[in-house]
């Protein structure tokens, strides 16, 4: 199964890229050490804690085992959403980062999720796909445009959590 997963409120617990701003670390010169600059502390409260981090690996390392395919569907930036995963040791997991400079070619951001999955559905296998996003707008738009394909709502603020991993088990087993 192909799985696309939400980064901002999904992954993580709290928007990363609004977390860089409100630290004001715009002055970085590029995405590495921008995310370099971030501290352990400001990590978990990104993530939540150390424990979360480590919920989510046994979760993705599961679902790679079992040949699952793990790709970041997000409106946030590719490049800090690659280095913030590496810095965590999550970055293995994820086959592709689809994000803003991927993302920009469709201009209504409300359904922009939407719009890239019907512009490729072409490529993509459609009874073999799961979207998990915290935004219920875009499961929305997702369930209006591709209805051939799975959703997950995940609770906003608490991202991705144990009660989530039971229930997405029951989804693709």
């Known amino acids: 199964m192909l799985i696309y997963i939400d980064f901002d409120n ?7 890229y609004y977390y860089l701003n409100l630290k004001d670390m ?10 370099n600059e971030l501290e352990t502390i400001d990590i978990f409260r990104i993530m939540g804690s150390n424990n979360r981090i480590k919920i989510l690996d046994k979760f993705f390392l599961d679902l790679k085992k079992k040949k699952h395919r793990l790709v970041i569907l ?7 959403i690659e280095c913030f995963l590496r810095k965590i ?3 293995e997991y994820f086959s592709a980062i689809i994000g803003l400079e991927t993302l920009q070619k469709y ?4 359904s922009i ?6 512009n490729n559905h072409h490529i993509l296998d459609p009874f073999d796909i799961l979207i998990l996003d915290d935004s219920a707008k875009q499961i929305e738009h997702i369930n209006e445009k591709c209805d051939w394909i799975k959703t997950y709502k995940i609770r906003s603020f608490t991202g991705l ?3 989530d991993i039971i229930n ?3 989804l693709i087993n």
Do not use: V
């Open 10 to 16: 999904t992954i993580t617990m709290k928007d990363l």
């Open 26 to 35: 715009k002055n970085c010169i590029n995405e590495k050490n921008l995310i």
């Open 74 to 80: 997000t409106r946030n930036y590719e490049k800090i």
């Open 89 to 91: 040791s999550l970055l």
């Open 107 to 110: 201009h209504n951001k409300a």
């Open 113 to 118: 999720k939407a719009d890239y999955l019907l």
């Open 161 to 163: 959590s144990y009660f």
């Open 168 to 170: 997405i088990g029951y």
